[in-house]
């Protein structure tokens, strides 16, 4: 078996000579990709709606509707993402702010080479950590995604998760463009009406299970359902396949990693993908770095897996991870609440978290789902949690 320092290089190192031109993207998925940034960057100040609708709107002067504040934190984000740093650019942007001079930012940008993108961790449990990867990197995963679901060049690309989201970018965003495919936001779209009639990928989440089984069965014969960001049992992807998908297939993996491996409907271990190597029970990448996994992992072969319990004992609620304890700890903080006990149960297979809770002063229940809302919108929103009084 080989060691890391024997480990074989299967690509190149990434640099300004080696490495491909990174893909050119177009303006409508780049459009997509910044909304889901700046609505992500000011998710605490206003709602999604509201804020799509501002960064939309111009003045006479050509300036967004969106106010100093919200301004701000859309331009630091988008920075950050993109590894925008020259000084005079971004005053530029601050001052005079639109969507379409923050993507020609971004655009250019996304032509250098050696390009880094810089996603974020939930933050469920701890701050939020910034997580940096190559454009080089994740277009090569995109491209080993491809080929384990053996699309063509005329497939539509319809997505649940926001561009932002690594998941979302690798899947939505990197694919769509590698296929110069049409790509469909669907988060305001009911599945029950989703008309889907010709070869589709349809990126979504496991804790959508059941929407996704209503789906008419027209679309689902020409759609490869893709699930990933939280645990689902094998016993999902089998009944969702069964229902009428073409293919289901659920990808493993994290922020910090990008996705490691897949299964399908038919096998309930995962593969390993496959520009990695497992070494000793530990997972490198092409140029020998190990990856860091949150899961415990159980290797069947040097290519598949089992995954077990998180290695920090967290759970994921919807994608958020999180843990009891925490959320507890979060809203007893809160001035209003005056005892929380948070539990964490099994509904339809899936872990969830049940708070029961008492108040000061006679608040309502919904004026501590609004207070915990306001504080963590972004890490966990209120959403994922049952409360009770």
Not at 217 to 222: D, F, G, R
Not at 277 to 284: L, S, T, V
Not at 300 to 320: A, C, H, L, P, W
Request: hydrophobic fraction near 40%; charge should be neutral; include cysteine.
């Amino acid at each position: 078996m080989l060691s890391p320092d024997k480990l074989r290089i299967t690509h190149p190192s990434p640099n300004a000579n080696s490495m491909n031109t990174p893909n050119e993207f177009n303006d409508d998925i780049l459009t997509k990709l910044l909304k889901d940034i700046i609505k992500y960057a000011c998710a605490n100040v206003a709602n999604q709606l509201q804020i799509e609708e501002l960064c939309e709107s111009v003045e006479e002067n050509g300036r967004w509707l969106l106010d100093s504040l919200s301004t701000h934190q859309a331009i630091s984000f988008v920075a950050s993402f993109f590894g925008l740093a020259n000084e005079k650019q971004l005053n530029s942007l601050v001052h005079c702010t639109n969507l379409a001079k923050i993507r020609d930012a971004a655009k250019h940008q996304l032509s250098q080479p050696d390009v880094k993108l810089t996603f974020f961790t939930s933050g469920t449990t701890a701050k939020p950590k910034a997580i940096t990867h190559t454009l080089h990197d994740l277009s090569a995963e995109a491209a080993q995604w491809r080929r384990v679901i053996d699309s063509d060049d005329s497939v539509n690309v319809f997505t649940y998760v926001p561009l932002n989201h690594i998941y979302g970018f690798i899947w939505g965003a990197l694919l769509s463009n590698m296929t110069r495919a049409p790509l469909y936001d669907i988060r305001d779209r009911l599945m029950l009406t989703l008309d889907i009639n010709k070869p589709s990928i349809v990126v979504a989440i496991p804790s959508m299970h059941e929407l996704l089984l209503m789906m008419p069965q027209k679309s689902k014969a020409n759609a490869t359902l893709i699930l990933s960001t939280e645990p689902c049992k094998h016993d999902a992807l089998v009944e969702l396949e069964n229902s009428g998908y073409k293919k289901v297939v659920q990808i493993y993996g994290s922020t910090e990693t990008g996705g490691v491996g897949w299964r399908n409907a038919r096998n309930s271990d995962y593969t390993l993908r496959k520009d990695l190597n497992m070494i000793n029970g530990d997972i490198y990448n092409r140029l020998g770095s190990k990856l860091q996994i949150q899961d415990t992992l159980t290797f069947v072969n040097d290519s598949t897996f089992t995954v077990g319990e998180r290695v920090d004992k967290s759970i994921q609620v919807n994608g958020y991870n999180t843990s009891d304890r925490y959320v507890e700890q979060k809203l007893m903080a809160l001035p209003i609440v005056k005892k929380a006990v948070v539990q964490i149960r099994q509904e339809n297979g899936r872990k969830m978290l049940r708070a029961e809770l008492s108040t000061h002063n006679g608040y309502s229940l919904q004026d501590v789902v609004n207070s915990f809302d306001a504080e963590l919108r972004r890490a966990l929103p209120a959403q994922n949690i049952h409360f009770f009084i």
